[in-house]
């Protein structure tokens, strides 16, 4: 076992890398989720009538997935005590989806 392993299992601090090909964030402003029973899949859309393309994509399992709602929750709660109340975006007038 090396040291990063070590301390890994010891609840020390985890390395974490980005591939070097990763250009950076991505603009979203649609989002459409599924599920079957192991997994959730949330693809992230950016949308600019007449059309979008999908920016982002994941899947994760339902526990980590109620484990990144209760960050985007808390998160949330402290951008709102600091700068204010936060509405609710306008759901979309027409459908938004995949065309098969």
Sequence with gaps: MDQNQAQQNAGGPMEIKI???????????????????????????????????????????????????????????RYEATFGKVSAAESPKTEIGFKA
Excluded: W
């Excluded at 992230?44 to 994941?58: A, D, E, L």
């Design 19 to 77: 591939q070097d090909n990763f250009a950076g964030g991505e603009y979203a402003n649609a989002m459409q989720v599924s599920h079957n029973k192991e997994e959730f899949l949330i693809h992230f859309m950016n949308i600019i009538p007449p059309s979008g393309r999908v920016c982002g994509k994941i899947i994760t399992s339902p526990g980590h997935l109620k484990r990144m709602i209760l960050a985007l929750q808390e998160n949330l709660e």
